[in-house]
């Protein structure tokens, strides 16, 4: 056994192929430590960014079982406050800023100067136009009054002296013929009376077509040349006069400045606008009396909606200001990446509490009522539990929005609330002392007993409670 023994070894190279091959390993590690840091990320970012559960009721225009009440609240949004038509006033000629008249906030009329551009340069090519113009005119006006008196007797005279030398020569030209045939006069003769002659002959005809013409006028076709020429005169004039015109810029409508983008100075132009280069535009304004809230609906919400429904629509800044809307413009396509259509509703009667890109909140009734006037006597009442230091939250698009209200006394109805609720907001119960406004929160599962408890709108009337 012991030969046999001593003969045993171990296969190396078998050992070595059965190892997996480095390359495998550093992926095996890479991979655990992906999910590891995963994991730690995850634990983090829950840690800092809880979901916290809450309790919330639904604050109603009126209880869904009241006959009574004609109101009924189908569907809450909030949204920003725009300008129906809000324009950016740009001109239509380059230059420079010589004066600007206006100030962010003040309100202008339709054609009032705002801005005036240095026009030297385009007064003087109106100057130049216009000295062409006259030229033309000039020019046409000879044309149509043909040759004068006096350039006609020119060209009689001219024609008559000729004729009158062509007898002379016609006279020499014979007389030479006779003597040059008794041998007087050399052959050479002759040829010079014959040559002045011919020439006499021809300078007569072309001074009679001359003649002819001066006697005639010009022709239709010069005429309605120099008309055309005219006309592109004129066409230059009034294009150079409009761009004189529009280096004064003026208000298009009546409304509200609402930014100032040029200083004295700086430059405009109507082309590609560089970030530091030329401005684009002069101001943007925009009539604030016909103002818009735009929404984004969601689109399980959509089918709630109609045209021309009532709303009603309340602002952060001033709560207790309320006013009647109308639901106008609904978009004809949807927002993918949201998952939203776009709607517009006109406020029926804005005042100058209402400012561009404020915060909106809507709240939309069926078409079968009314919403309430802004001057209604109702109030809300909600859980006295649910305020916390002159704020109460509502639930929106999962986080939780503060808002501010004022309150009156404590009644057997619950808290009452003057102004900061419409109506319909999914309000948080009991909220936790560490709740922040915009932290992510979701409704906690009531019960049926939870369920029952709604908000409603109750007529202001005396407390005996």
Same mark, same amino acid.
């Given at each position: ?146 040759? +004068? ?20 020569? $016609? ?31 021809? $300078? ?10 001066? $006697? ?18 004129? %066409? ?153 230091? %002159? ?6 698009? %999962? $986080? ?15 808290? +009452? ?49």
């Amino acid at each position: 056994m012991t030969g046999d023994l001593g003969k045993l070894r171990i296969d190396k190279s078998r050992r070595a192929t059965a190892d997996p091959p480095r390359w495998a390993a550093r992926w095996i590690v890479t991979g655990v430590a992906l999910l590891v840091l995963l994991g730690v990320g995850r634990f983090v970012y829950a840690r800092f960014n809880p979901v916290l559960e809450v309790e919330t009721v639904r604050v109603r225009a009126a209880d869904a079982g009241d006959p009574a009440s004609g109101q009924e609240i189908v569907l809450n949004a909030t949204g920003y406050i725009i300008a129906a038509h809000k324009i950016q006033l740009a001109s239509k000629v380059l230059g420079r800023v010589a004066w600007i008249g206006v100030e962010k906030g003040d309100k202008v009329k339709e054609g009032q100067v705002i801005v005036r551009l240095e026009d030297d340069e385009y007064r003087a090519q109106l100057q130049q136009a216009r000295g062409n113009l006259l030229s033309l005119q000039a020019r046409l006006a000879e044309l149509e009054h043909g040759s +004068r008196p006096e350039e006609i007797q020119r060209a009689r005279a001219e024609l008559d002296q000729t004729r009158a030398d062509l007898a002379n020569a $016609r006279t020499v030209l014979a007389r030479t013929q006779r003597l040059v045939g008794e041998g007087v006069l050399a052959r050479q003769a002759l040829d010079d009376a014959r040559a002045r002659h011919d020439s006499l002959a021809a $300078r007569v005809q072309a001074l009679d077509r001359s003649y002819e013409l001066v $006697r005639l006028g010009p022709r239709q076709e010069q005429i309605a040349a120099v008309k055309g020429q005219l006309e592109q005169a004129r %066409g230059a004039v009034a294009f150079f006069e409009s761009q004189l015109s529009n280096t004064v810029i003026r208000a298009p409508v009546t409304g509200t400045i609402l930014e100032r983008a040029v200083e004295k100075g700086e430059f405009v132009t109507t082309s590609f606008v560089g970030e530091r280069g030329a401005k684009g535009y002069v101001v943007s304004l925009a009539d604030l009396s016909d103002l818009r809230a735009e929404l984004d609906i969601n689109q399980n919400d959509f089918a709630k909606l109609r045209p021309r429904q009532p709303a009603r629509v309340t602002t952060d800044a001033f709560p207790d200001r309320v006013y009647d809307g109308v639901l106008e413009e609904i978009s004809p396509e949807a927002n993918r990446q949201k998952a939203t259509v776009q709607v517009k509703v006109r406020i029926l009667k804005p005042d100058d509490y209402l400012r561009p890109e404020m915060n909106a909140s809507v709240a939309f009734y069926n078409e079968r009522a009314e919403p309430p006037a802004a001057s209604s006597s109702r109030v809300l009442y909600v859980p006295a539990s649910s305020l916390r230091g %002159g704020y109460v939250f509502v639930v929106h698009e %999962g $986080r939780a929005l503060r808002r501010a209200v004022r309150t009156g006394g404590l009644t057997s109805r619950g808290l +009452r609330v003057d102004s900061g609720l419409i109506g319909g907001e999914d309000l948080i119960v009991n909220p936790p002392e560490d709740l922040k406004d915009g932290a992510k929160v979701k409704p906690r599962s009531t019960g049926a007993a939870s369920a029952r408890r709604l908000v409603s709108v109750q007529s202001l009337v005396p407390d005996h409670a």
